[in-house]
């Protein structure tokens, strides 16, 4: 099954100079956050197949304007051809000026909330979210700083699956696409990137 990730920057590539054919096999779309809501809107149109999201610390036009044709999988699990999919948006606190800014311990909170529907469901298979796991693909500074509860869901349920966006790829030269942590396949979705699952 063909996915394609996207979060932090529209792409000119597909926006610009969308060509339907380079899409044809895609059967999922999701966003890693940090988006305009009407390039959402046009790649759930344009590629004509289900769009999943949780949102990142520049989406807050999404409380007034969320996109069309899309769901929003923040703190829920969303299932899709027997895979459970969860969602936790947002990023770490960094500043009290913007939406889904979270410490540790509120992220905490926020998956308490569904793990007893994660549980009913049989565990995790995508872990989607836009901040990075802590001290894996994460910054140096606050902004970007990862939350430590996905090392943890990483431990405890192992999902096939990480995906997030947040830390751009082009802040540094080292940043990896593609990292494993112990079971898990962790892809930052920055930009835009086709996996086949």
Sequence with gaps: MKLLLVSDVESKYIWDYFDKDKFKNIELVISCGDLKSCYLSFLVTMINTPL???RGN?????????PEG?????????????????????SYRYNNSGSFQYTD?????????????????????????????????????LCHTGFKVFNHIMDEYKPKYFFHGH?????????????TFKYTTIVNSYNYYIIDI
């Design 52 to 54: 999943i999201y949780v």
């Design 58 to 66: 520049h989406d807050g036009g999404y409380i007034s304007n969320p």
């Design 70 to 90: 899309c769901q929003c999988i923040d703190d829920s699990i969303y299932r899709f051809k027997n895979l459970n999919i969860v969602g936790l948006g947002g």
């Design 105 to 141: 311990k509120e992220m905490m909170n926020k998956f308490r909330k569904i793990k007893l529907n994660i549980k009913r469901q049989g565990g995790i298979d995508i872990l989607v979210t836009h901040a990075p796991a802590y001290k894996i693909s994460d910054g140096e500074d």
């Design 167 to 179: 830390q751009h790829l082009s802040y540094n030269a080292n940043l990896k696409r593609i990292r």
